[in-house]
């Protein structure tokens, strides 16, 4: 298992990510902004920038987390453009070495089962276009869209039947969607057989209200070191991305759902280090676990 962390969670200036990387000796980074500009947008010139950047402290790409299908469902011109987002992602990830492109199901206007056809319908132009280029589609498990839990992805995938269309397994996510159920092992398990890439971050809900909030990594609910003992038991190879979201002062429901650009990234880089110690204790603990096991 490799791990990497989100540049935008630290900062929007890439050298300052690179910096945290390179002092945790974590093996690459997640893109999804960077220098104020989402990834769907970056110039040719950006691009070489950031691989010019990474190679210099021998860093790789874990991932391209692009917001592709984060737009409405039924909105021919967003799908449109959607469908561009994707085609530039796949030329971002071929410039810096990964071919796996993290994506959404549309935003959630309601239950997922009276458009299930739909969704998989408007979803399914993306395939081809994949398949074309050599890419992987990971798809994140994401309660602000139709497929929010891993129960829905599990569906989703299953009818789907690609071997170009894998799942973006993200733990904490099931802790905010309506019909989430435990993180780890419940859910886990639903989405195991198609996980190609892993976010780390952690939640719990208000004891109060019962609304759920993101923490520091390893003072919410997930449990992370259970769940990296089973990644690393499983052998699984690919890699597990920090995606802080946690702030000394929280962000707004509209930055978590849309992340990216200068408001986003405020105080990431403390957040980040904090989350970060807190990884490689829980990491270390499950390594043990796991040679326990063996």
């Known amino acids: ?23 945790y000796k974590l093996d690459g980074v997640e893109l ?10 970056l110039s040719r010139n950006q691009v070489k920038r950031a691989r010019e950047a990474l190679e210099a402290h021998d860093l790789k790409v874990a991932a391209i987390a ?22 530039h992602c796949i030329e971002v990830g071929r410039e810096l070495g990964t071919n796996i492109i993290r ?17 998989k319908r408007e979803f399914s132009p993306a395939i081809p276009i994949a398949e074309g280029e050599g890419a992987v589609l990971g798809i994140e498990n994401e309660a602000s869209t139709y497929l929010a839990t891993a129960a829905e992805v599990k569906r989703f ?47 719990k809900r208000d004891s ?5 909030a993101v923490t520091p990594l390893g003072e919410g609910v997930i449990d992370w070191r259970g769940q990296l003992e089973s990644l690393l038991r499983e052998g699984y190879q690919g890699y597990a991305s920090l995606e ?18 200068e408001a986003f990234s405020e105080a990431g880089e403390y957040a980040s280090d904090l989350c970060l ?10 390594r043990r676990a796991a040679n326990q096991h063996r």
């Open 208 to 212: 109060a209200t019962g609304e759920p």
């Open 157 to 203: 995938l299953s009818e789907i039947d690609s071997p170009v269309v894998k799942a973006v397994w993200d733990p904490c996510n099931e802790i905010f969607a309506e019909d989430g159920i435990l993180p780890y092992p419940d859910a886990y398990e639903l989405v195991k057989p198609w996980v190609v890439h892993v976010h780390i971050k952690d939640a």
């Open 66 to 87: 692009s917001p592709v299908f984060k737009c409405e469902l039924g909105n021919a011109q967003e799908h449109r453009d959607h469908l561009d987002y994707l085609r």
């Open 277 to 286: 110690k807190n990884l490689m204790g829980i990491l270390a603990d499950a």
């Open 32 to 41: 999804r902004s960077v220098w104020g500009t989402g990834v769907q947008k």
């Open 244 to 261: 802080t979201h946690w702030r000394p002062h929280a962000l707004s429901e509209d930055q978590l759902n849309r992340p990216g650009g």
């Open 103 to 119: 994506l959404f199901a549309f935003w959630k206007r309601g239950p997922s089962d009276p458009v299930w056809e739909q969704i």
């Open 1 to 23: 298992m490799k791990l990497a962390v989100f540049t935008d969670e630290v900062s929007q200036e890439l050298d300052r990510a690179i910096r945290l990387a390179v002092e």
